[in-house]
Each structure stands twice: as C-alpha cells, then as structure tokens.
C-alpha cells in the first residue's frame, strides 16, 4: 500500500520569495517514482517535477526542485522566485514500478496562494 | 496548447440523460486514464486502459461507462447519473510499464454537472 501526506492546507508566500510545499510518503515498494503536480482553477493538472527512488540527485526543473530525503520519506517542492502565476493547488504523488501500470496515489494536495 | 484534449469542457445533463465524454491524445502514450475530482479534493482513480484493454476499475458504478477505441482515444459513457457524480473529470495519459516512470499528462477536464 502506498500513502501520500501533505500537512500544509493552504500556505502564502510573497512574490519573488522562495516558498517550500512538504510532502511525505510511505511505500513498501522498493523501486518508486515521486511526482509533483500543480492544479490552477482553470483545472488542468500540469506535471511539474519527478524524482526516481534511485536517483543520487535532487530533480530539478527550472524554478522547482525536488529536496528529497530517502530516509525520512520526504520529497518536498522547493519554487524559487514566486510568482503571481504559481498560485494554484499543488500535488505530490507517487507510483511504484511494481504496482498496476500507472496506478498513482495523491496527496490531499496544498493551495499555494502567492501576494503581490 | 494541451496535448491531452478533453471535450466537452462544460456538461450540464439531467439524471436519465445519456451522454458521453471525449478525450484524445497523440502523444504515442500506451496507457490512458480516467479521474474524478471532487473540489479541493486530490483526483480519484476510475479507470486504466493499458494497450487499449481495461486493466484497472476501481469498483465504479455501471452508470459510468469507458470504451477505448484505439490508442489515441478514450471515452466515458455515462448514463443515469446521480447529482453526487457532478465533479471535475480528468483524462491522463502516459506510458504504460513497470521499467518506465514518468508523469502523467492530464487534459484540461470536464465540469459535470447533473441535475
């Protein structure tokens, strides 16, 4: 079985200002992949970031990086250099490589509400 | 521009209305997806198709029905709805496979609401 925590609701950053979205998971599978999604109130869900069990490196795409910590089960989303756009509901997900093709589990997700 | 597209954007029917909701994508994805998303809630798993054959339905009513014709195209037929199924509903593609990991690509979703 596999679960997804994320324990901040709803958080504010100001514009331009880094801001830390956590994330913790727990899995019994050994290979797995984290996933981090935003969702704006147009609705479309738009795939941000992802990072392999395996991977030595935090990811990193553009403004988002990973920090992720194996032994805590954390992998949370670091945006630098907020902006008014990056407000929106974020989603960390994971999917493990031996579970059903494609089978996901979502966190309950954070609002990200970025102030001019 | 999406490359995961849902049609229609917007639905309004009433509880013995049959309708159909649409989703494409020529991304060469093998695996195709169907969500619920209730508000402020995360998106709940209905269905997977993987090579065009249904591989997981997670105990959805009959009322909902998803065809896949080819690999590019996935529907969901619904019938009977109640007013509790009125929610956000979101096509997702990606590759299919235990050696590939990659985020899914979502459509931009259909408001359901029935009435």
């Known amino acids: 079985a596999q679960k997804i925590t994320q324990t901040q609701p709803g958080m504010f950053v100001q514009e331009k200002e880094a801001v830390t979205l956590d994330c913790t998971y727990d899995t019994s599978d050994p290979s797995y992949g984290l996933f981090w999604y935003k969702q704006p109130s147009s609705g479309e869900m738009i795939f941000l970031i992802y990072q392999g069990s395996y991977d030595q490196q935090n990811a990193t795409e553009g403004r988002y990086s990973l920090n992720f910590q194996k032994a805590r089960k954390s992998a949370n989303l670091v945006i630098s250099a907020s902006q008014l756009g990056d407000s929106a509901m974020y989603f960390c997900?994971?999917?493990?490589?031996?579970?059903?093709?494609?089978?996901?589990?979502f966190g309950d997700g954070t609002t990200l509400t970025v102030k001019p | 521009d999406t490359e995961v597209t849902q049609t229609p954007k917007h639905l309004v029917m009433g509880m013995t209305n049959k309708k159909s909701l649409k989703c494409e994508q020529h991304m060469g994805h093998r695996a195709m997806y169907w969500y619920k998303q209730k508000a402020k809630k995360p998106p709940e798993l209905m269905f997977v198709y993987s090579y065009e054959k249904l591989s997981i339905n997670e105990s959805v009513p009959s009322r909902f029905s998803p065809e896949c014709p080819n690999s590019s195209l996935l529907n969901l037929h619904l019938h009977a709805l109640q007013p509790e199924d009125s929610a956000l509903y979101l096509c997702a593609s990606s590759q299919p496979g235990t050696g590939e990991i990659e985020g899914y690509t979502f459509g931009s979703g259909t408001r359901l609401t029935v009435v």
């Open positions: 997900a994971m999917r493990g490589v031996n579970t059903n093709a494609g089978k996901s589990t």
